[in-house]
């Protein structure tokens, strides 16, 4: 097992805080701030005189309020990107994100917000090409609906990781069933 890889975090209301990293949820293991709810696999972290399973879901066992935090956490630029799935939301292609921007649907010059709701990604062409105008106005239509813009960014992260984790989808309140017959723009909407 890498020491790279994600472990689900659970507050003590088993509500899903976020993820870290397998390094981070040992530490947090050995001094006895977490219970583990699910070990990932047969996978062990080996040392040179021990051997120790991986945990794939942590819980706290102390609660922390963090929903003012989340708004202001950061990351808020590749949590965007993976809300947009690295596709200019203009053209419709998926760039690196080297060469991808972030565009205020409504322009901050004229009034509008730097929130999640109010930044799309968009590709420097037609980001450019936008300038200093709403979408209507530069008769550049959104590809994403604006419901697909309210899903919460914690939220996007969690369920792109759980893509590749299933003991992960009962915490998150993902649909078994719904796995890859539901289209990615439903599973976008499903969240709010």
Not at 43 to 62: A, F, I, N, Q
Not at 120 to 133: F, I, Q, S, W
Not at 174 to 183: P, V
Request: proline share 5%; charged share 30%; glycine share 6%.
């Amino acid at each position: 097992m890498t020491i790279n890889g994600r472990v689900l975090l659970l507050n003590q209301t088993y509500e899903p805080l976020g993820t870290v990293g397998v390094a981070r949820a040992m530490v947090m293991l050995f001094n006895n701030s977490v219970t583990v709810e699910e070990w990932d696999g047969e996978r062990v972290l080996r040392t040179p005189r021990e051997e120790y399973p991986v945990p794939s879901v942590v819980r706290r066992k102390t609660y922390i309020n963090v929903r003012r935090r989340r708004e202001a956490s950061g990351m808020k630029r590749l949590r965007i990107y993976i809300r947009d799935k690295y596709r200019c939301q203009y053209c419709g292609e998926r760039k690196l994100p080297a060469v991808l921007t972030l565009d205020h649907i409504y322009p901050r010059s004229r009034g509008g917000d730097n929130s999640p709701f109010n930044i799309v990604t968009a590709c420097l062409d037609c980001n450019n090409r936008k300038g200093n105008r709403t979408p209507d106005e530069a008769r550049m239509p959104l590809l994403t609906t604006q419901s697909a813009l309210r899903v919460k960014l914690e939220r996007v992260v969690l369920c792109h990781y759980a893509e590749a984790r299933p003991e992960w989808r009962k915490y998150l309140f993902l649909d078994e069933a719904g796995g890859a017959a539901a289209s990615r723009e439903e599973k976008n909407t499903a969240y709010i």
